[in-house]
């Protein structure tokens, strides 16, 4: 059974970047896509983009200028790197693995804890 | 992008049924939908995929279905442990708004 983890602050202040690692434990990276979605306070959630294991990359456009993400083989790592950030950030942010479904599109199977960040002077 | 009822309500035992709106870019483009239980302080958790049906562990009182623009999902026999927010999820294929969408949430409570 594959495992997340976030790691990264739990506070960051406005118009910096955010910085956010998942860990993968349990499986490999390989042969997969990760993502990160994100939940403000008392909100639904909002899928941000995701990174196939060999680098290529899929956004939202709605985030699509101030998002980048990486992985790291290597480690058994994806990164998620959020620029610009304001109030309407705050959220928590969860690494998840996306599969293919029978048809069309992709589904998240492993959800990581999540991780609070908020964004405050 | 994909709407929820905010909220439904039923007694123990009872069955609910929550519907998820969608239109011709997401679940009436053959989009697959899929739904997630989210407990109170925890992460989601996969509930229904591909339209109906369920990981392994999942309880069978748990059901979905999907037709044109729309997708429900089905809970027979409600039990409080089913008090949680539930998330469908699907892909949009609108030229300026493309990638994976999770409707509004519906928080069941258990009467």
């Known amino acids: 059974q594959v495992q997340l983890q976030e790691a990264g602050p739990g506070l960051v202040k406005p118009s910096e970047t955010l910085s956010l690692t998942c860990t993968v434990s349990g499986g490999s990276l390989s042969a997969y896509y990760w993502s990160w979605i994100r939940q403000p306070p008392g909100k639904e959630l909002e899928w941000i983009g995701n990174i196939y294991y060999s680098g290529s990359t899929n956004y939202n456009p709605s985030l699509k200028s101030r998002v980048t993400m990486s992985v790291d083989t290597s480690k058994n790592q994806f990164s998620l790197n959020l620029s610009s950030l304001t109030a309407a950030d705050t959220a928590v942010y969860y690494c998840a693995r996306q599969v293919p479904g029978y048809h069309s599109g992709y589904y998240v199977d492993s959800w990581g804890q999540g991780i609070l960040v908020t964004v405050s002077s | 992008v994909l709407t929820q009822p905010p909220s439904v309500s039923g007694a123990p035992g009872q069955r609910v049924t929550i519907s998820c709106t969608g239109s011709s870019s997401n679940i009436g483009a053959h989009y697959d939908v899929h739904w997630y239980q989210q407990l109170p302080g925890t992460a989601p958790k996969l509930l229904i995929y591909?339209?109906?049906n369920r990981p392994s562990g999942v309880p069978d009182r748990f059901s979905g279905s999907k037709s044109g623009t729309s997708a429900s999902l089905t809970i027979t026999g409600l039990q409080a442990e089913d008090e949680a927010d539930y998330y469908c999820q699907s892909y949009d294929s609108t030229v300026n708004n493309y990638g994976y969408v999770f409707g509004t949430g519906t928080k069941v409570t258990v009467l």
């Open positions: 591909v339209n109906n």
